[in-house]
């Protein structure tokens, strides 16, 4: 195991919970301490993929932690340089897009911009529908700033969906272990993430 503390924050794609959920296991197996982190609409909304509340349940007991849910509660993590890595799992195009206008209006926005002036790195798996048309700008805008990795992605579904955009979740913990030595993770686009 790694001795590092790394927050694993979780967006409302809900139809890639599952694989955050099995990135999240990968991640406490690899690093002494993981600390959960969900947006607001995260934690207050039950989908087809399951209910809010046992989602965070279930993150609270891999973690050994309670999750963080709040502005308030995510905003200790800069002063307090509570996280040595941040990893956004899934990073809808909605978080992407306030990440690169310096939005800070969710639970994730703050943990992400409290980590980063830091200076730590920031890991972000994305996972939206428009990834190749109205988020393209702001993922070309984050994979320019400094501190900021990307999990490999690519289209999750070319014929149904040209411009979507899925990380491949089980490359989480290589590309958490190779941007906490200031690495992106290559190849950084992947064929297919199905």
């Known amino acids: 195991m790694i001795d590092k503390t790394i927050g694993f924050a979780v967006c409302g794609s809900f ?9 999240l296991e990968a991640v406490k197996r690899t690093f002494t301490h993981v600390i959960p982190i969900v947006s ?15 989602f965070m349940r279930e993150m609270m007991r891999i973690c050994d932690h309670r999750v963080i849910q709040s502005i308030s509660e995510a905003e200790p993590i800069g002063p ?3 996280l040595d890595l941040l990893i956004i799992a899934p990073c ?32 972000i798996a994305p996972s ?14 984050l994979l320019n700033r400094k501190h900021i990795y990307f999990v490999p992605f690519g289209q999750d579904d ?14 989480i913990p290589e590309a958490a272990q190779a941007a906490l030595t200031g690495v ?9 993430t199905k």
């Open 40 to 54: 607001e609409c995260t934690a207050a909304t039950d989908t087809r993929f399951g209910a809010a509340h046992d």
């Open 184 to 192: 992106q993770l290559q190849p950084l686009l992947v064929t297919h």
């Open 92 to 123: 809808t195009g909605n978080t992407l897009g306030k990440l690169a206008a310096g939005i800070t209006d969710t639970s994730v926005t703050m943990a992400a911009k409290a980590h980063l002036r830091n200076q730590r790195p920031l890991l």
């Open 158 to 171: 070319p014929i149904q969906k040209p411009a979507s955009l899925v990380a491949d979740f089980s490359k």
């Open 15 to 23: 139809c890639t919970h599952a694989k955050a959920m099995e990135a």
């Open 128 to 141: 939206t529908n428009d990834g190749l048309t109205g988020s393209a700008a702001n993922l070309g805008a």
């Open 80 to 82: 307090k340089k509570l």
